[in-house]
C-alpha cells in the first residue's frame, strides 16, 4: 500500500486514513467520528468510507487551524460576495 493520499482509491477505509498517519488506531477513528473531528463518511452497513477529496480538505483545514491561519483569503472573497 502507498502512504501517499493522492495513490489511494477515491473512497478511502479507516485502515487507510490509518497508514496515512491521521488516526493511530480504528478505536481513535471511531472516537473522532463520534464526538464529531473526524473527516465527513459514508456508513454502508458495517463499513465506513471516507471520499478522498474530504479527507485532502479536512487535513488542509486542520492544517490552516495548527497555523493559526483561520482567515482563508479565497474563503473571505467568497463570502463578501455573498451578501
Excluded at 493522492?6 to 496515512?20: A, R
Excluded at 481513535?28 to 454502508?44: D, E, F, N, T, V
Aim: positive net charge; proline residues 6%; glycine residues 2%.
Amino acid at each position: 500500500m502507498s502512504n501517499s493520499i493522492q495513490d489511494m482509491p477515491e473512497y478511502l477505509s479507516t485502515q487507510h486514513l490509518i497508514q496515512l498517519g491521521i488516526y493511530p488506531s480504528i478505536d481513535a477513528a471511531y472516537q473522532a467520528r463520534i464526538q464529531g473531528y473526524s473527516p465527513p463518511y459514508i456508513k454502508l452497513r458495517h463499513k465506513i468510507l471516507y471520499q478522498k477529496q474530504a479527507v485532502i480538505e479536512f487535513l488542509d483545514q486542520r492544517m490552516r487551524h495548527k497555523n493559526n491561519d483561520s482567515v482563508n483569503p479565497h474563503h473571505a472573497n467568497s463570502c463578501s460576495e455573498e451578501k
